[in-house]
């Protein structure tokens, strides 16, 4: 059983910051990727940046050098610090795991609900 609980979405002025979070709850589930995607309206859903348990990360063009995914070592939670926030940046903001686990075991991807993200003056 894999779960996962968003937070940290909000309204913010342009040039603000915000942190989401994602807590992972899991159960003979073995992490390989936590990331998290975004979908700003009327546009597909895009990568905004991906941690694996090397510790490894990978960051959408347009987030380079403002957003920082970080993750708990135990890999129960994952971090999106946003700063310098632009408008372009509002939109739902999805937590994303994967890995192996289940019965009979197999590679799973699992999904958050979704926090909104709006940054407007």
């Known amino acids: 059983q894999v779960q996962l609980a968003e937070s940290g979405g909000g309204l913010v002025q342009p040039g603000g910051l915000l942190r989401l979070s994602c807590a992972l709850s899991?159960?003979?589930?073995?992490?390989?990727?936590m990331a998290w995607y975004r979908r700003a309206p009327g546009k597909q859903r895009e990568l905004v940046a991906r941690?694996?348990?090397?510790?490894?990360?990978d960051y959408a063009a347009s987030v380079k050098g403002r957003f920082t995914i970080s993750r708990d070592t135990d890999l129960t939670a994952v971090y999106l610090q946003m700063n310098s926030l632009e408008p372009e940046d509002t939109a739902d903001y999805y937590c994303?795991?994967?890995?192996?686990?289940?019965?009979?075991?197999?590679?799973?991807?699992?999904w958050g609900q979704g926090t909104p993200v709006t940054v407007a003056s």
């Open positions: 994303y795991v994967d890995g192996y686990g289940g019965y009979p075991p197999g590679y799973l991807e699992r």
């Open positions: 899991k159960s003979g589930f073995s992490v390989q990727n």
């Open positions: 941690i694996d348990t090397g510790s490894n990360t």
